[in-house]
């Protein structure tokens, strides 16, 4: 079956870097685009980021553009988010979702319904 595995949240300060990954399993990873969301105790989940089947279009949400990178290795049915600045209103559990087809526009990217499999996320914290 179809796993997401989050890899590599944790506890850093504000300014600081992390780096989370997500491993796909039991899909052909390159058939599929792929998203990053967010959940903040007390909030709804919100997009973060998307990229396309072969990464030639990403999608960032306001609040992390210039900060955050995503990107993906196909051969290793990963995909990455590289987390810099963080602030404190970065804290939340992130989640990597994987969307059956491609992604043309930024209306879809940031729909979380057009996304057929997630992960159980990774808790990130970022202290002030």
């Known amino acids: 079956q179809v796993q997401l595995v989050e890899s590599g949240g944790g506890l850093v300060q504000a300014g600081g870097s992390l780096s989370v990954s997500c491993a796909a399993s039991?899909?052909?990873?390159?058939?599929?685009?792929m998203g990053w969301f967010r959940q903040a105790p007390g909030k709804e989940r919100e997009f973060v980021a998307a990229i396309s089947l072969s990464g030639g279009r990403i999608y960032y949400a306001d609040s992390v553009k210039g900060r955050f990178t995503i990107s993906r290795d196909n051969a290793k049915n990963t995909v990455y988010l590289q987390m810099n600045s963080l602030k404190p209103e970065d804290t939340a559990v992130y989640y990597c979702a994987a969307r059956t087809g491609n992604i043309y526009n930024d209306s879809v990217a940031r729909r979380q319904t057009r996304y057929d499999y997630w992960g159980q996320g990774t808790q990130v914290a970022v202290s002030s």
């Open positions: 039991g899909l052909t990873f390159s058939g599929y685009a």
